[in-house]
């Protein structure tokens, strides 16, 4: 049975095969997205780095608000731990970072942003860190904060991702101690 549209016969026979082949066509990227990721594996991820933090430049941008930016920090200890397996020692040589601080200098509350690098054999970790502190006054003797991470991976680790919280405080016999739990994908 032929149907006339637009001035053009069309055969159903034809139409519906068509119709059916173009769903399937149009809906394929969607599906084959949806199952990449339900297939890639979510695990436990902490990083736990002790160091102590130098140089930067402080300015003040306001009246009492403090601005440091370019802060570094000096790991002395890094350990990686994904899921069930043993943990990672990366070289804590090959760590970078840069911190900047946005705080309050009366009531000692404020943000701090570090990106930071980590160096294993085949790849590299690149993570942000975003934080909130308070109570950080002098002498110095005492600080915490607490906040959120992400990261990606580069070279071998590439299609890593990393996110989670992140804390941190001052011990006067360990210097800083950061740790940042959460979760991981793609990490081989």
Not at 105 to 120: C, D, P, R, Y
Not at 159 to 175: A, C, F, H, P, R
């Amino acid at each position: 049975m032929r149907v006339s549209k637009g001035g053009e016969k069309v055969n159903r026979k034809i139409l519906l095969p068509v119709l059916v082949l173009a769903t399937v066509l149009l809906a394929t990227p969607f599906v084959s997205t949806a199952s990449a990721r339900t297939l890639q594996t979510r695990e436990a991820f902490t990083l736990t780095e002790m160091g102590l933090n130098f140089g930067g430049t402080s300015t003040m941008i306001a009246p009492n608000i403090e601005l440091i930016t370019g802060e570094g920090f000096a790991a002395y200890y890094i350990a990686v731990d994904v899921g069930t397996s043993p943990p990672i020692y990366p070289n804590a040589a090959l760590y970078s970072a840069s911190i900047d601080v946005i705080m309050n200098v009366v009531t000692g509350a404020g943000v701090i942003h570090v990106s930071e690098t980590i160096v294993f054999v085949d790849g590299t970790l690149v993570i942000n860190t975003f934080e909130r502190f308070t109570g950080l006054l002098p002498p110095y003797t005492s600080f915490s904060s607490n906040g959120v991470f992400v990261g990606y991976g580069t070279g071998a680790l590439s299609g890593v991702k990393v996110q989670g919280t992140t804390s941190t405080y001052l011990s006067l016999t360990l210097g800083v101690v950061s740790t940042r739990v959460g979760t991981v994908t793609g990490w081989v």
